[in-house]
């Protein structure tokens, strides 16, 4: 079974531009969740889908969406890009029914440099 | 409000060592708790979780960690390290019972063994 896979692995973007990155879950998996990984903060979440509706949140701006397709892939968005927004994004998905002792399968990541 | 504390950012240890990694939580609610591992430019995997039972739990590839509810500890631990095991590791805890599936992580340990 393929693993969870993330794209680009790589970009690189000027402050104040936007972007999407992209996630598609292990199949059959039907809950997505995001996190900024940072040396700073450390691994914070983001925010999870699951069958396509959004059900939390973590505490970053209004900047930060996403949303999920009704195959489960999952797209995140960042608009007006800063300068802390460069980070390790990484994706994990899960079966999300017993949601809270599920396994989460993380993505390699894409690596978000904003210059 | 759940946290992890992880008490060592960076473990060094000679091949064939015995190593203990720190972890520590607090939370107003009952968790469950997971050790993860990422090695370089890769995400997270699973190495272990405890949700109930045993309060010892190990993982395939010979470490284990141990669940102490009065110290609100879950100490990951092998006795023999290789050098293939250099990565870092995070401690993280989900919310018992709860239907979201948010994990909330530790700042990581750097495990490096040298030869």
């Known amino acids: 079974k393929a693993g969870v896979t993330q794209t680009p692995r790589y970009l690189i973007k000027t402050r104040g531009q936007q972007v999407t990155l992209s996630c598609s879950p292990i199949s059959g998996h039907r809950s997505v969740s995001w996190y900024q990984q940072t040396p700073g903060q450390g691994l914070q979440f983001l925010f999870e889908?699951?069958?396509?509706?959004?059900?939390n949140k973590g505490n970053f701006p209004g900047r930060f969406s996403g949303r999920q397709f009704s195959n489960s892939r999952s797209e995140m968005n960042v608009s007006t890009l800063e300068l802390g927004d460069s980070a390790l994004y990484l994706c994990a998905s899960s079966l999300g029914v017993a949601t809270s002792t599920d396994t989460q399968y993380f993505g390699p990541g894409t690596r978000l440099t904003v210059l | 409000a759940q946290s992890v504390t992880q008490l060592d950012s960076q473990v060094p240890v000679f091949e064939e060592a015995p190593v203990e990694l720190r972890c520590n939580y607090s939370s107003s609610v009952s968790v469950y708790l997971f050790w993860y591992v990422q090695y370089p430019n890769q995400g997270l995997q699973l190495l272990l979780k405890?949700?109930?039972?045993?309060?010892l739990v190990e993982s395939i590839n010979g470490f284990e960690a141990e669940f102490n509810k009065s110290q609100t500890s879950f100490h990951l631990r092998k006795p023999s390290v290789h050098i293939s095991d250099t990565a870092e590791y995070f401690c993280a805890v989900s919310v018992r019972g709860s239907t979201l599936g948010r994990l909330y992580f530790g700042r990581g340990t750097q495990l490096t063994v040298w030869p």
């Open positions: 405890y949700l109930s039972g045993s309060t």
């Open positions: 889908y699951f069958s396509e509706t959004q059900r």
